[in-house]
C-alpha cells in the first residue's frame, strides 16, 4: 500500500504529525470534539488524554495546521459513562464539532456508533478495544487506531504456554471491555492448557477488592489476569499486596506508566500487554518523546501516546483527502499507510489498524518503575481475518 509521505521543514511539530504545513489560507478549520473521563473512576486516564489532545493540537497549530486548516478542539466530560457520552458528543456534533475522539471505555464507543451517519460525525477509537468496534458493530465512520482483544489474546497465548502456572483466575470491570476480554483470556488459556478457577466481574469504581482475593486465595489460582484500569488498578494492586495473595500477576489494561509510577515496588514484576511506551525504537516516537519532555515532567504514558496516534492518523487522513467531511477522511484512510509513534502503520479495509502489539512487565527503568517491553509481536500474527466491509 502506498505510505502518506511526510516532509522534512523547519516546524519540528508538523514533523512529527506526519504532515506538510501550507500558507494558512481562508479554509474551514478543523473542528475535533474529544469525550472523556475529566471525573469519574477514569478521571485520571481522562486527564492523559486531554494532555495528548492538547498537545497534539498545539503542536500542529504552531506548524501551521493541517493543510493551513487550523485545528480547534472542545472537551467535554463523558464520566465514563455511555449515556452521557452519547448526550455529549451529540452536543458537540450539533455545534459543528463532527471529528470525535478521547472515548476510554469500549462502551462508550459502541453507545455513539450507531449515529455516526445520522450525526454525519467521525470517530477516531484510540483506547476502546472491544472486538466488535471494527467487527460486528463496526461502522464507516467509525476508525480504530489501536489494537483490539482478539489481537491482545492473540498475543498473550505463546506467554501462557511458556508459565508453569495453569490454574488462572480473571478479574475485570463489569463492562463490554472487560467481559470480551474474560472471554478472550479463557480461550488463550485453553489454547495453553492451562484452567479458569474463577472470573469476577466487578463494578467501576470499587474500593473493597478484598472478597474477590480471599476467593482466588481458597481456588488455588497460581496467577491472575486483570483488565483494570485507572483507580481501580491502583487499589486492587495494593489489596492483592495487603492481603498477601501469593500469585503471578498479569494483565491488560492493568499496569500501565502511571500506574506503575503510582504504586512503586508494589507494582514490580506484574506482566502484561503494552499498548504504547516511550521506549518504542522508531524514529517517530523518539521525535514524538523528545518534544514532549521539553513541556512535560514525565514520559508520555500508554494513555498519552495512544491519544497521540489518533491525532497523527486523523491530521494525516485530512491532509490526505483534502477534506474536512466525514465520509471522504474515513474513505480515503482505509487501505492507507500512516507514519505515526508505532511505526509505519496501515489501517485495513474494515478501519483496524495494524499496529504492533507489546508485551512485558514491570521493572525499575531509568529511576523508576515502569513497563519495559520484552517482546514485539507483528500485527499480522495475531490480527483476527476481516468480517466486515463497507
Known sequence: ??????????????????????????????????????????????????????????????????????????????????????????????????????????????????????????????????????????????????????????????????????????????????????????????????????????????????????KIKSSGAEGVWATISGTDAITFAQQIKQFGLDATIGGASFITDSEARQLGEVAKGIYGLIYYSATIDTPQNKEFVEAWMKSHDAPPTNVEGENYMSFQVLFQAIAGSDSIEPAEIAGWARGKTFSTVMGDVMLREDNQMMVPIYFGAVDLYEGSYRPVIETTIAPELVAPPVTCTF
Open 1 to 214: 500500500m502506498k505510505a502518506f509521505s511526510t516532509f522534512k521543514y523547519a516546524a519540528a511539530g508538523a514533523l512529527a504529525l506526519g504532515l506538510m504545513s501550507l500558507p494558512a489560507w481562508a479554509n474551514d478549520p478543523v473542528k475535533i470534539g474529544f469525550v472523556t473521563s475529566v471525573t469519574g473512576p477514569y478521571a485520571d486516564l481522562g486527564a492523559q488524554a486531554i494532555r495528548a489532545a492538547r498537545f497534539a493540537v498545539e503542536q500542529v497549530n504552531a506548524a501551521g495546521g493541517v493543510d493551513g486548516r487550523m485545528v480547534e478542539i472542545d472537551i467535554l466530560d463523558n464520566e465514563a459513562k455511555p449515556d452521557i457520552t452519547r448526550r455529549q458528543v451529540e452536543k458537540l456534533v450539533a455545534s459543528g464539532n463532527n471529528k470525535i475522539l478521547g472515548l476510554l471505555g469500549s462502551g462508550e464507543a459502541l453507545a455513539i456508533m450507531p449515529l455516526l451517519e445520522r450525526w454525519n460525525a467521525l470517530y477516531v477509537s484510540s483506547v476502546p478495544r472491544a472486538d466488535s468496534i471494527t467487527g460486528k458493530d463496526c461502522k464507516p465512520l467509525a476508525i480504530r487506531t489501536n489494537n483490539q482483544v482478539a489481537m491482545l489474546s492473540a498475543a498473550i497465548t505463546p506467554w501462557l504456554k511458556t508459565r508453569t502456572e495453569k490454574k488462572w483466575a480473571y478479574v475485570a470491570p463489569d463492562t463490554a471491555f472487560g467481559r470480551d476480554s474474560g472471554a478472550s483470556f479463557a480461550r488463550s488459556l485453553e489454547a495453553a492448557g492451562g484452567t479458569l478457577t474463577d472470573e469476577f466481574y466487578v463494578p467501576l469504581n470499587s474500593t473493597d477488592y478484598a472478597p474477590y482475593i480471599e
